[in-house]
């Protein structure tokens, strides 16, 4: 009963900073719901409460990235390719360096590698996060597709910056050689795999709009599956 009590509490929350927001509408949503959340903590129902990572990933992250990544058409992504790779390798990599430069430079108690890990989980954005941070600002034309499309493809490096942190703490040493094959096999490897998957699953939906007995009730649980 406490799960569903809880479940109940953070769509009610969804619903209560989508009622809120449009009163405050210099306030991005993502605080309000930060805000909300503060205020939940304070219950005993969420003292100790806990989510498991994968269930978080697979049940909430996955819909929401698909479905940011079904709103960019390709011709857009290939258009601003060059500011992707700038944005979300580039500039992720110096942000890295420039917080280990920094960490270097004070008495913290942290380890290097603990600080590069830090970096790594923090560096890349989400698409959702960035559209709600911007939402109802005046922006600069282009930079809200630049970050939200940059924001589809950070993951990669910071994934890769992550493993490689970790590994640099347990073993304490770093090879970026492997770190760049490693980041070319989650990058390509990812396109390659999800290219792969996404022809898989237009060619199944299009049998069986056709020859499905009754299409909507297969159609439907596919769409559902497919970004899990």
Known sequence: MSI?????LLVGAVVAANIVQPFIKRVPEALILMAIGALFS?????HGFQINSEFFLFLIIAP??????????????R??????????????????VLVALVNANFPTKWPLALTIALAAI???????????MTNGLTMPKGLNQSLELESL????????????????????????????????FVAIGGLLVGGLLSLLVVALRMYLNFHATSAKATTIPLNLLTPL
Do not use: C, R, W
């Open 4 to 8: 569903l009590l809880i479940i109940a």
């Open 42 to 46: 304070i219950l005993p129902i969420f």
């Open 64 to 77: 929401i990235m698909f479905q940011e990544g079904q709103s960019h058409p390709y011709n857009t992504i």
């Open 79 to 96: 258009k601003h390719a060059k500011t992707i790779i700038q944005l979300s390798v580039v500039l992720a990599l110096f942000t890295v």
């Open 122 to 132: 923090v560096v890349p954005t989400d698409a959702v996060a960035v559209k709600s």
């Open 153 to 184: 493809f950070n993951d990669a490096t910071g994934i890769v910056l992550l493993d490689l942190a970790l590994s640099f703490f347990e073993k304490g040493s770093l090879s970026p050689i492997n770190g760049i094959g490693y980041f070319l």
